[in-house]
Nanobody, 124 residues
Framework: QVQLVESGGGLVQAGGSLRLACAVS????????MGWFRQAPGKEREFVAG????????YYGDSVKGRFTISRDNAKNLVALQMNSLKPEDTAVYYC?????????????????WGQGTQVTVSS
């Protein structure tokens, strides 16, 4: 069965850093664009970062560009999100997703599979 399991979330002070990891089983991520999305209470799910098959091209939401970095290790079937200079407005549940191989990467509609999410809370 396909599973995407996020880890690394937690509570951090503003200005701090967290590194999220997404361990994937049941599919080979080489065949998928991968992404991170987040959802805060009462808000719609928002695109955070995306990465194409070999990691040559990356994409970021405007609110995180310059602070977050997405990466992938296809040999380990692993996707990561390094989050630096965190702000309280980054507080959300963060979801890893395996995405369709065409079209707009910046929408939740692009996801074939979702992880269960991991909570990130940034205190002021």
């Amino acid at each position: 069965q396909v599973q995407l399991v996020e880890s690394g979330g937690g509570l951090v002070q503003a200005g701090g850093s967290l590194r999220l990891a997404c361990a994937v089983s049941g599919l080979t991520i080489t065949n998928y664009r991968m992404g991170w999305f987040r959802q805060a209470p009462g808000k719609e799910r928002e695109f955070v970062a995306g990465i194409e098959w070999k990691g040559i091209h990356t994409y970021y939401g405007d609110s995180v560009k310059g602070r977050f970095t997405i990466s992938r290790d296809n040999a380990k079937n692993l996707v990561a999100l390094q989050m630096n200079s965190l702000k309280p407005e980054d507080t959300a549940v963060y979801y890893c997703a395996a995405l369709r191989d065409y079209g707009n990467i910046r929408t939740p509609d692009a996801a074939y599979y979702w992880g269960q999410g991991t909570q990130v809370t940034v205190s002021s």
